[in-house]
T-cell receptor, first 115, second 113 residues
C-alpha cells in the first residue's frame, strides 16, 4: 500500500513565524500535492509538483511556497504565518500516468493553528 | 470560481436506506470524475471513479451516475450502513494536468441505526 506520511498531526505556531510542513511518500510517485481543507470549502489546491525541483501554483498559492529537493519529499512553507492560515493541511501523491489520470493518495493531515 | 458544486452539505440516512450525493461541474474539458471518502482523523481515500464515456459505474453498494449533457454526476450508496458515515467529496480533472483535481465542498453523511 502507498503510504503518505505527514510529519506532524498537530502544530501550533505564532503569527509571523516561518512554518514548515513536511510530507514523505514511499511509492516513487512523480506527482505530489498540498491542499488545505476548511469546513464548507472542501479541499483547495495550494501547490503541486510533477518532478523534483518542479512546482506549479494551485488555486490558492498566496502566502505559501514549496520545496521538492528529493522525489519522495514535498515541503510546504508558510513564509510568515497568519491567523487566516489556520487550517487542516493535506498532502497527496500520485503516479504521473502519462497523459491519463491517476488516483491521489493522501496523508492523514496536519492540523495547524496560528495564534 | 467554484468549478465543482456539491450538494447537500450534510445528509442523514437510516440504515438500509439509499444515500444520494450530487455534483455539478462547469468545465466541459473535465474527463475524470472520482469520489473520495474521508473518515474523521484520516485523509481522503479514493472510493470510485468514472469517465464520461459511460453513464454509470457500480462497485458493490456504490454507484456513480453520470449525465454528460447536464454536466452532473452523483454518488448512490445502496443499503447504507453506519460504517459508511463519513465525509464524501466529488472531484474532477482533465487529462494532461498531472492528475490535478478540483474538489467539491464535501457532504457529511451520517447513517443512523
Amino acid at each position: 500500500d502507498v503510504k503518505v506520511t505527514q510529519s506532524s498531526r498537530y502544530l501550533v505556531k505564532r503569527t509571523g513565524e516561518k512554518v514548515f510542513l513536511e510530507c514523505v511518500q514511499d511509492m516513487d510517485h512523480e506527482n505530489m500535492f498540498w491542499y488545505r481543507q476548511d469546513p464548507g470549502l472542501g479541499l483547495r489546491l495550494i501547490y503541486f509538483s510533477y518532478d523534483v525541483k518542479m512546482k506549479e501554483k494551485g488555486d490558492i498559492p498566496e502566502g505559501y511556497s514549496v520545496s521538492r529537493e528529493k522525489k519522495e519529499r514535498f515541503s510546504l512553507i508558510l513564509e510568515s504565518a497568519s491567523t487566516n492560515q489556520t487550517s487542516m493541511y493535506l498532502c497527496a501523491s500520485s503516479l504521473w500516468g502519462g497523459m491519463g489520470n491517476q488516483p491521489q493518495h493522501f496523508g492523514d493531515g496536519t492540523r495547524l493553528s496560528i495564534l | 470560481q467554484q468549478q465543482v458544486k456539491q450538494s447537500p452539505q450534510s445528509l442523514i440516512v437510516q440504515k438500509g436506506g439509499i444515500s444520494i450525493i450530487n455534483c455539478a461541474y462547469e468545465n466541459t474539458a473535465f474527463d475524470y470524475f472520482p469520489w473520495y471518502q474521508q473518515f474523521p482523523g484520516k485523509g481522503p481515500a479514493l472510493l470510485i471513479a468514472i469517465r464520461p464515456d459511460v453513464s454509470e459505474k457500480k462497485e458493490g453498494r456504490f454507484t456513480i451516475s453520470f449525465n454528460k449533457s447536464a454536466k452532473q454526476f452523483s454518488l448512490h450508496i445502496m443499503d447504507s450502513q453506519p460504517g459508511d458515515s463519513a465525509t464524501y467529496f466529488c472531484a474532477a480533472s482533465k487529462t494532461g494536468t498531472a492528475s490535478k483535481l478540483t474538489f467539491g465542498t464535501g457532504t457529511r453523511l451520517q447513517v443512523t441505526l
